[in-house]
């Protein structure tokens, strides 16, 4: 873009540098606080009609984060996908629907996730949202009554590995790992994306 808004460049260099993270050095754990002050940015985001019917559970012990690790399915593009022993998240944030308060999120969560994810960035931390989720054990692990629906779980923590993004090659968009253990995300380009009106 050919703006000389300081703000703009801030805030496009942090969007670029907000990937999906999946490789986390276990050892950087992530605290409560850091955890509630995201929540607090993500509740102030827009929701349709503005009925709020979200709600979060925060996880950041290891006990508490043992119990969500094995009911999350990660990367399926590649082999070695799921983190190993030492680089598992620090800590998760459970994006849920309060059933109480209305029928669907609309795309609330997906806003909220992505607020999540940015203000995780900004404090130096990375993330990754996973949707294929095993929601009847993770919602008797936490004890989670059934008013409320499990949406997202966004995994958080120090990141552990190098993403970068690079253009689609034909069709392939598959990302992928190389030797050096860096992450490859294909991108399509925007004339791809941007249909002509």
């Given at each position: 873009?050919t703006?000389?808004?300081?703000?703009?460049?801030m805030?496009?260099?942090l969007?670029?540098e907000?990937r999906s993270?999946?490789?986390?050095d276990e050892?950087?754990?992530?605290?409560?606080?850091v955890?509630?002050?995201?929540?607090d940015l993500?509740?102030q985001?827009?929701?349709?009609?503005n009925?709020?019917?979200?709600?979060?559970?925060?996880?950041?012990?290891?006990?508490k984060?043992a119990?969500?690790?094995?009911?999350?399915?990660?990367a399926?593009?590649?082999?070695?996908?799921?983190?190993?022993?030492?680089e598992?998240?620090?800590?998760y944030?459970l994006?849920l629907?309060?059933?109480?308060?209305?029928?669907?999120?609309?795309?609330?969560?997906?806003i909220a996730?992505?607020?999540?994810?940015l203000?995780?960035?900004?404090?130096?931390?990375?993330?990754?949202?996973?949707g294929?989720v095993?929601r009847?054990?993770?919602r008797?692990?936490i004890?989670?009554?059934d008013r409320?629906?499990?949406l997202?779980?966004?995994?958080?923590?120090?990141p552990k590995?190098?993403?970068?993004l690079e253009?689609?090659v034909?069709?392939?968009?598959e990302?992928?790992?190389d030797a050096?253990?860096?992450?490859?995300?294909?991108?399509r380009t925007l004339?791809?994306?941007?249909?002509?009106?």
């Amino acid at each position: 873009m050919t703006t000389g808004n300081d703000r703009w460049e801030m805030f496009r260099a942090l969007v670029l540098e907000t990937r999906s993270v999946r490789r986390f050095d276990e050892k950087q754990t992530v605290p409560e606080e850091v955890l509630r002050d995201l929540v607090d940015l993500a509740r102030q985001t827009a929701s349709g009609g503005n009925k709020q019917p979200l709600k979060y559970v925060i996880s950041w012990t290891e006990e508490k984060n043992a119990a969500i690790f094995p009911h999350l399915h990660w990367a399926a593009y590649l082999k070695d996908g799921k983190p190993a022993e030492g680089e598992r998240p620090a800590a998760y944030i459970l994006i849920l629907l309060d059933r109480d308060i209305a029928n669907g999120a609309g795309c609330d969560h997906g806003i909220a996730a992505q607020t999540l994810m940015l203000g995780a960035r900004a404090m130096g931390l990375g993330g990754c949202v996973l949707g294929a989720v095993d929601r009847g054990p993770i919602r008797a692990a936490i004890g989670l009554p059934d008013r409320y629906e499990i949406l997202l779980v966004v995994a958080l923590g120090k990141p552990k590995e190098k993403v970068i993004l690079e253009p689609v090659v034909g069709q392939r968009i598959e990302y992928w790992r190389d030797a050096e253990g860096v992450h490859h995300v294909p991108k399509r380009t925007l004339d791809e994306v941007l249909l002509p009106y």
